[in-house]
């Protein structure tokens, strides 16, 4: 399969430079020409296979063009080593669970396939040096998912304060192939370094440089698993009528994925775009205008972005329409306030604890749920990970599972570097 850019003035791309490249050379994103429609038959059994296999029937619709079938095999396999079950929180009302991979966050499943295709195409050819942004759980889910990955290097930028601890001890303390770069400045003031390498002529003579953020087909595209996963586990208990989803948006890889599954045959009716303070998404569907700007520091960390890459996929996916877009995706956006009362209302009610991101996600399914649908929603991070901020909000300790307890034991390892672009690539180029 070929892929074209948003921008539409980069030559078309096939998959290996599309991975390797991560963003096109007119600093588009890529775009597979065509997506697959998934046989009826295949969607009315996904309930009697495992995750493994429907996940499977996923991958080789996206990538089995271009990836032999034993080795896309091998890859699925090893990227979902663990489960994303749906459990009730209420009557209609179901949570996702994606936080059940290695750093306890939905963004494992899209880095660990992402390390194995990219390990699949680079593999004897020299170093290859990842780049990735994160405002929380991406760092950490690409920095464990290439950890250790011969002939990869992976360099994470963070906002210097600007991530709870325990996500910052999930890539700062690992060592090895990965070096954590502590930014002075905000999510997106990272996501630009990390832009703005790719179009430097220096470093892409000097090094190979590739992104492990949503911006790469291979880190988005392999998300759209969980939600054919929902909807099988939905259809086992005879709820697969009338389905909607709600999902927490930051970056919008997440429920840009949900979206190509929707294209490919996911009967899922409607999707809600659960936004916390940085609006600009919202706003958009209300108006029809976009209009980024600088994000604001949220308790819920990971959604702080302020101009959403992946919004330029939604946007070329409807055909430039803010009908079309408004047809298939609501929106909400919450404050602090907001997002801190839903988090100790479910609890106190229900038993259920959400962390921030996932409390955003909840809260617009329960207002937006109408009579005889059924919806989940994205539950994207164990609320351990935000351990201070979930005990204010409920007034009782949340106990660390050993997983993160472990990455806590590690001793920081990081570089301090200033928002220009001239000091982030001196730093590139002397190592």
Same mark, same amino acid.
């Given at each position: 399969?070929?892929?074209?850019?948003?921008?539409?003035?980069?030559?078309?791309?096939?998959?290996?430079?599309?991975?390797?490249?991560?963003?096109?050379?007119?600093?588009?994103?890529?775009?597979?020409?065509?997506?697959?429609?998934?046989?009826?038959?295949?969607?009315?059994?996904?309930?009697?296979?495992?995750?493994?296999?429907? =996940?499977?029937?996923?991958?080789?619709?996206? +990538?089995?063009? #271009?990836?032999?079938?034993?080795?896309?095999?091998?890859?699925?396999?090893?990227?979902?080593?663990?489960?994303?079950?749906?459990?009730?929180?209420?009557?209609?009302?179901?949570?996702?669970?994606?936080?059940?991979?290695?750093?306890?966050? +939905?963004?494992?499943?899209?880095?660990?396939?992402?390390?194995?295709?990219?390990?699949?195409?680079?593999?004897?050819?020299?170093?290859?040096?990842?780049?990735?942004?994160?405002?929380?759980?991406?760092?950490?889910?690409?920095?464990?998912?290439?950890?250790?990955?011969?002939?990869?290097?992976?360099?994470?930028?963070?906002?210097?304060?600007?991530?709870?601890?325990?996500?910052?001890?999930?890539?700062?303390?690992?060592? $090895?192939?990965?070096?954590? &770069?502590?930014?002075?400045?905000?999510?997106?003031?990272?996501?630009?370094?990390?832009?703005?390498?790719?179009?430097?002529?220096?470093?892409?003579?000097?090094?190979?440089?590739?992104?492990?953020?949503?911006?790469?087909?291979?880190?988005?595209?392999?998300?759209?698993?969980?939600?054919?996963?929902?909807?099988?586990?939905?259809?086992?208990?005879?709820?697969?009528?009338?389905?909607?989803?709600?999902?927490?948006?930051?970056?919008?890889?997440?429920?840009?994925?949900?979206?190509?599954?929707?294209?490919?045959? &996911?009967?899922?009716?409607?999707?809600?775009?659960?936004?916390?303070?940085?609006?600009?998404?919202?706003?958009?569907?209300?108006?029809?205008?976009?209009?980024?700007?600088?994000?604001?520091?949220?308790? =819920?960390?990971?959604?702080?972005?302020?101009?959403?890459?992946?919004?330029?996929?939604?946007?070329?996916?409807?055909?430039? #329409?803010?009908?079309?877009?408004?047809?298939?995706?609501?929106?909400?956006?919450?404050?602090?306030?907001?997002?801190?009362?839903?988090?100790?209302?479910?609890?106190? $009610?229900?038993?259920?604890?959400?962390?921030?991101?996932?409390?955003?996600?909840?809260?617009?399914?329960?207002?937006?749920?109408?009579?005889?649908?059924?919806?989940?929603?994205?539950?994207?991070?164990?609320?351990?990970?935000?351990?201070?901020?979930?005990?204010?909000?409920?007034?009782?300790?949340?106990?660390?599972?050993?997983?993160?307890?472990?990455?806590?034991?590690?001793?920081?390892?990081?570089?301090?570097?200033?928002?220009?672009?001239?000091? +982030?690539?001196?730093?590139? &180029?002397?190592?």
């Amino acid at each position: 399969m070929m892929y074209y850019s948003t921008n539409g003035k980069a030559p078309r791309a096939d998959l290996r430079k599309a991975v390797i490249k991560g963003l096109a050379e007119d600093r588009g994103l890529y775009m597979p020409e065509k997506i697959a429609r998934l046989p009826g038959e295949f969607i009315r059994g996904m309930g009697s296979r495992s995750f493994v296999e429907n =996940a499977y029937a996923v991958a080789d619709a996206f +990538f089995g063009e #271009d990836v032999p079938a034993p080795v896309l095999r091998r890859i699925v396999e090893e990227t979902l080593a663990f489960d994303c079950p749906l459990r009730e929180v209420e009557p209609g009302i179901y949570s996702l669970e994606l936080f059940h991979g290695p750093t306890l966050a +939905f963004k494992d499943v899209g880095a660990r396939f992402m390390a194995r295709l990219l390990r699949h195409f680079t593999a004897g050819e020299g170093d290859i040096n990842v780049l990735v942004a994160t405002s929380g759980d991406t760092g950490s889910a690409v920095a464990n998912g290439f950890l250790g990955i011969e002939g990869i290097r992976v360099f994470v930028l963070y906002p210097k304060g600007k991530v709870s601890p325990i996500q910052e001890c999930q890539f700062t303390t690992l060592g $090895r192939n990965v070096t954590a &770069l502590e930014i002075d400045g905000v999510f997106d003031d990272c996501q630009a370094l990390v832009k703005a390498a790719f179009m430097d002529e220096d470093l892409n003579r000097a090094l190979r440089l590739t992104s492990a953020n949503s911006i790469n087909v291979a880190r988005f595209l392999p998300q759209s698993f969980y939600y054919f996963w929902a909807y099988a586990q939905l259809q086992r208990l005879g709820l697969s009528g009338n389905v909607v989803c709600s999902v927490p948006s930051g970056n919008f890889g997440n429920i840009c994925s949900a979206l190509f599954g929707k294209r490919m045959g &996911l009967p899922v009716r409607r999707f809600i775009a659960a936004n916390n303070a940085n609006s600009v998404f919202y706003e958009f569907l209300r108006t029809g205008s976009y209009r980024p700007r600088p994000s604001v520091q949220t308790i =819920a960390n990971a959604m702080d972005v302020g101009d959403p890459s992946n919004f330029a996929r939604i946007w070329d996916l409807y055909g430039k #329409d803010p009908d079309a877009i408004r047809a298939d995706i609501s929106g909400a956006t919450y404050s602090d306030a907001e997002i801190a009362e839903t988090v100790r209302e479910c609890y106190e $009610r229900t038993g259920y604890l959400l962390d921030p991101h996932g409390a955003c996600g909840y809260r617009a399914l329960k207002e937006g749920l109408r009579p005889g649908e059924t919806g989940f929603f994205c539950e994207t991070a164990h609320p351990a990970k935000f351990k201070d901020t979930i005990e204010r909000i409920i007034g009782a300790p949340v106990a660390i599972p050993p997983t993160l307890s472990a990455f806590m034991q590690g001793r920081k390892l990081s570089v301090p570097l200033p928002g220009d672009f001239p000091a +982030f690539k001196e730093y590139l &180029l002397s190592v």
